[in-house]
């Protein structure tokens, strides 16, 4: 009991596996859920039209100030009461998407905030619509700026896919404390569970460095003076 059995991991490899894969499942349903709603949600934070900068505003200091279990309860008992039933899994996907969502609003709306407001209005001025503007003009600039700290999000988000088990969400925790019942082996079977959970988390942040490093680097260069006019130019030429 006090010692590291790994024949733990063979004897229960099936449902380590099954928690394994649903939990690669559920973050990469509400990774791309989040990442969807979170731009949503930036642009209603800075949409000059006000119900929507409102709106934007309130959900997300609403969300980021309560605990990510009362969210996922919100769906998993909350809505039964309204005679909307869903299982754990979904209760747990939706209530990790839409935390998760706030956060990254506020990552892309820091990222907007630093694009030069005159390339809104150069958009604008060319004919294109606010909505156009954004999506083809400012988001992909800010998102770009911002991509390292999106990038955090997501592996906080992997690592907070473990409150499905709270909901009998099918998860990798879920199965590891159904194993753990049935071997009364903690150290063991938590310190697989850690293995598994750092085969998905490590990739990610060392690719996160890597973002940071690459953009890192390219703004040094953008901000590399250039050379003066005239400069280097071959003997005998004459400035116009």
């Not at 642009?43 to 100030?65: D, S």
């Not at 499905?164 to 310190?191: C, E, H, K, R, W």
Request: proline letters at 5%; zero cysteines; charged letters at 15%.
């Amino acid at each position: 009991m006090g010692t590291l059995d790994f024949s733990v991991l063979f004897r229960h490899s099936d449902r380590f596996i099954e928690g394994f894969l649903n939990t690669i499942q559920v973050s990469v349903m509400a990774l791309i859920g989040s990442f969807v709603l979170g731009a949503i949600l930036a642009i209603f934070r800075i949409a000059p039209v006000k119900p929507l900068n409102w709106f934007g505003t309130a959900f997300v200091e609403f969300i980021r100030n309560i605990p990510l279990l009362l969210v996922v309860f919100f769906f998993y008992l909350g809505l039964p009461a309204l005679g909307i039933s869903l299982d754990g899994f979904v209760s747990g996907t939706l209530g990790l998407t839409i935390y998760t969502a706030v956060f990254i609003a506020e990552a892309i709306r820091a990222g907007i905030q630093t694009v030069p407001r005159g390339q809104l209005e150069a958009a604008r001025s060319s004919g294109l619509s606010y909505i156009q503007a954004m999506n083809l003009v400012i988001l992909p600039q800010a998102i770009k700026i911002v991509l390292p700290s999106i990038g955090n999000q997501f592996i906080n988000l992997v690592k907070n896919s473990s409150i499905l088990a709270v909901v009998a969400g099918m998860d990798l925790m879920y199965f590891a404390d159904i194993v753990n019942s049935d071997t009364f082996q903690p150290l063991s079977v938590y310190t697989i569970v850690a293995l598994f959970y750092l085969t998905l988390t490590l990739p990610l942040s060392f690719l996160v460095h890597y973002m940071e490093r690459k953009f890192g680097q390219s703004d040094a260069e953008a901000r590399k003076p250039k050379g003066k006019p005239g400069k280097n130019k071959p003997a005998g030429q004459v400035t116009i």
